[in-house]
């Protein structure tokens, strides 16, 4: 009965405002990818308002399952299906509570097995879709909630060697974003924005040395000072060119410290993965990095670096090749990490 040559595993992501499902063959293959977004929900509020994202996930997560299944020719899962999996952290608690028990759910009724899935490993896996990843790598994971060097020493281990001592630089760029006016999430806006202008502010971004870590909170309040700043006096400034100076603020910020851990730990490969990593200057930056020391670089497709369900499927598929299976009585793990090196 079990003669399947390929494994096909059902993932679910829920740790946050959008709620998917996806269907991914062997880890690199997308059979689909249904993902429901609630942003116009919480734009009014600026921000994710758990108990409005908790209802949304409850209100979607069927359709997005049925759909999933649908597109992906399943209609016998208990055959055609190797495992389930679903984020179980990081994450809003009541939002990811929702994605875990439909796939615990779902592996139960269909007596599959469940793998439990690490947020922050799925957008690092969003890079499998492009190609297979050479070991050691160094990911460089930079989304809404997290801002982490992580060294990779092979397939399917993570370890921090540098992260955010304050805000995320997703979190940064939606705070800035909010200083100028602009609907959360506004990394996207404030990209388009800084095409239209120069980076000539001076922006001053805290720089600790000799370590990997980040601190993103004083180049936000220096947005805010310089527009406070400009208003109180009633004089003119550009917003394009305060987009500008900001994101390369970001840029920079992040390359000098991949720069250090390239130079410290030597990778053979460099991984880009999250929602800020749709960045087309961090990008541009990184494909710059990656030509200057010889080293590969993957990064996750645009379309796959915010939050969807088939980067779970990919990161399940690492585990399932290990055969780590989860118990079913698994809960949720919000503020759930890998282990600093
Ligand atoms: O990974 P993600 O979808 O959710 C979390 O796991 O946090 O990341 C969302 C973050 C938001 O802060 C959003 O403003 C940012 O990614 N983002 C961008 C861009 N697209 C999304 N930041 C900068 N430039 C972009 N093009
Ligand atoms: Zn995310």
């Known amino acids: 009965m079990n003669e399947k040559t390929d494994d096909i595993i059902l993932a679910f992501e829920s740790s946050a405002d959008e709620t998917s499902a996806a269907v991914v063959k062997n880890g690199n293959t997308i059979l689909s990818n249904v993902v429901a977004t609630q942003i116009a929900s919480h734009q009014r509020f600026g921000g994710i308002v758990p108990e409005v994202a908790s209802r949304h996930h409850l209100e979607w997560i069927n359709r997005v399952t049925e759909e999933a299944l649908t597109k992906a020719g399943i209609n016998d899962p208990e055959r055609q299906l190797s495992a389930v999996a679903a984020t179980y952290g990081p994450g809003l608690v009541g939002s990811l509570l929702v994605g875990l028990m439909a796939g615990k759910t779902f592996a139960m009724v269909h007596h599959l097995p469940f793998i439990a899935v690490n947020h922050l490993a799925g957008h690092i896996s969003a890079a499998n879709f492009v190609k297979a990843t050479v070991y050691p790598a160094l990911a460089i994971m930079v989304s809404g909630g997290h801002t982490e060097l992580l060294w990779m020493e092979k397939e399917n281990t993570f370890q921090i060697i540098g992260t955010t001592l304050d805000d995320a630089a997703g979190e940064a760029f939606d705070k800035v974003g909010r200083i100028l006016g602009l609907k959360y999430p506004a990394g996207k806006e404030i990209q388009e924005m800084a095409g239209h ?102 990064e996750a497709p645009i379309k796959l670096s915010g939050d969807n369900a088939a980067m779970i499927g990919a990161a399940a598929y690492l585990n399932y090749k290990q055969r780590l299976f989860a118990p079913l009585d698994l809960n949720v793990d919000p503020s759930l990490n890998f282990a600093r090196m």
């Open 197 to 298: 202008g120069k980076a000539v502010i001076k922006f001053p971004i805290a720089h600790t040395e000799d370590d990997f870590d980040f601190s993103f909170s004083g180049l936000k309040s220096s947005v805010l000072n310089y527009v406070h700043h400009h208003e109180q006096v009633s004089e003119e400034f550009n917003r394009n060119d305060v987009a500008a100076s900001f994101q390369k603020a970001v840029v920079e910020a992040i390359t000098k410290k991949s720069r250090l851990a390239i130079e410290k730990f030597q990778p053979k490969q460099l991984l880009l993965g999250g929602g800020v990593a749709a960045n087309l200057a961090l990008r541009t930056a990184f494909e710059n990095l990656s030509k200057e020391y010889k080293i590969e670089l993957t």
